[in-house]
């Protein structure tokens, strides 16, 4: 069962991630005032699902690591307390910060300011989560890792 949770959970902690950080790109870039409203707004809900795949995944993954702390498992496991970090320390809480700014209608440089540290530390969650995905698939042979002597 965990061998199935485990990446579904994932799955779903690392679209949703990249549906917070596309949808506040496209907003700021594209989209009208109202959009970005309904976005900063919306995010904070989006933590109902996130944070359970999160939970899910950090514990099926500690469980399916069995101990072990070499190859691929230890480089997942480098990651996960920069992953959490990144999201119990900035991510969280800017999301509620802008939030908080869209509903008082306030767009000041603070919301800009925390709008940009929210997206660049977005991205390296992103970064991060995919090469933990991507060297998951590499554990259980669904993609086959790149020779170090092949040309890339």
Same mark, same amino acid.
């Given at each position: @069962?965990?061998?199935? =949770?485990?990446? @579904?959970?994932?799955?779903?902690?690392? %679209?949703? =991630?990249?549906?917070?950080?596309?949808?506040?790109? %496209?907003?700021?870039?594209?989209?009208?005032?109202?959009? &970005?409203?309904?976005?900063?707004?919306?995010? +904070?809900?989006?933590?109902?699902?996130?944070?359970?795949?999160?939970?899910?995944?950090?514990?099926?993954?500690?469980?399916?690591?069995?101990? #072990?702390?070499?190859?691929?498992?230890?480089?997942? %496991?480098? #990651? @996960? +307390?920069?992953?959490?970090?990144?999201?119990?320390?900035? *991510?969280? +809480?800017?999301?509620?910060?802008?939030?908080?700014?869209?509903?008082?209608?306030?767009?000041?440089?603070?919301?800009?300011?925390?709008?940009? %540290?929210?997206?660049?530390?977005?991205? &390296?969650? *992103?970064?991060? @989560?995919? #090469?933990? $995905? #991507?060297?998951?698939? !590499? $554990?259980?042979? !669904?993609?086959?890792? !790149?020779?170090?002597?092949?040309?890339?």
């Amino acid at each position: @069962m965990k061998k199935l =949770i485990h990446p @579904m959970a994932g799955t779903i902690a690392l %679209l949703t =991630i990249a549906t917070f950080w596309f949808s506040t790109a %496209l907003s700021e870039l594209v989209g009208s005032k109202e959009t &970005v409203i309904a976005v900063k707004s919306a995010i +904070p809900w989006g933590f109902v699902l996130l944070l359970p795949a999160l939970a899910a995944t950090g514990g099926t993954g500690f469980s399916l690591a069995r101990g #072990r702390r070499v190859g691929l498992v230890a480089a997942k %496991l480098k #990651r @996960m +307390p920069v992953i959490a970090a990144n999201g119990v320390l900035v *991510l969280i +809480p800017c999301a509620l910060f802008l939030a908080s700014k869209v509903k008082a209608g306030e767009f000041d440089t603070a919301f800009y300011g925390v709008q940009v %540290l929210e997206l660049m530390a977005g991205a &390296v969650n *992103l970064v991060l @989560m995919g #090469r933990n $995905m #991507r060297d998951g698939f !590499r $554990m259980t042979g !669904r993609l086959k890792a !790149r020779r170090q002597d092949s040309p890339s």
